[in-house]
């Protein structure tokens, strides 16, 4: 059982950038694929940036539109931890930001929006922009 916590949420206005760690309990590497998810009041969770090894010996990434430009995800092996560095944030962007993982992904037909495709989930960091 992989456990998952994340840090570096808080306060910041627009415009402003914050980065969060998700750190893992064991070791990770490669071998799992990572998102991150994030869930407003009243709102459904959504998928936000996801990462993973390609296969091929490269890293692939995904990204929400409305996220798109504006937010990274990275990872250290070394360190068991995948970041998400959030660049010119909005009010809208305000939400509870969850870290997920799953080991051995398939190559082919692996969709990094669908939660269902994550088994281990962190328990959120909060996020509030204000205007």
């Known amino acids: 059982q992989v456990q998952l916590v994340e840090s570096g949420g808080g306060l910041v206005q627009a415009g402003g950038s914050l980065t969060l760690s998700c750190v893992a309990s064991e070791r990770t590497s490669n071998n799992y694929a990572m998102g991150w998810f994030r869930q407003a009041p009243g709102k459904e969770r959504e998928f936000v940036a996801g990462?993973?090894?390609?296969?091929?010996?490269?890293?692939?990434?995904y990204y929400a539109d409305s996220v798109k430009g504006r937010f990274t995800i990275s990872r250290d092996n070394a360190k068991n931890t995948v970041y998400l560095t959030m660049n010119s944030l909005k009010p809208e962007d305000t939400a509870n930001y969850y870290c997920a993982a799953v080991p051995y992904p398939p190559l082919t037909g692996w969709r990094p929006e669908g939660q269902a495709n994550y088994r281990y989930w962190g328990q959120g960091t909060q996020v509030t922009v204000s205007s």
């Open positions: 990462i993973r090894w390609s296969g091929w010996g490269g890293t692939n990434t």
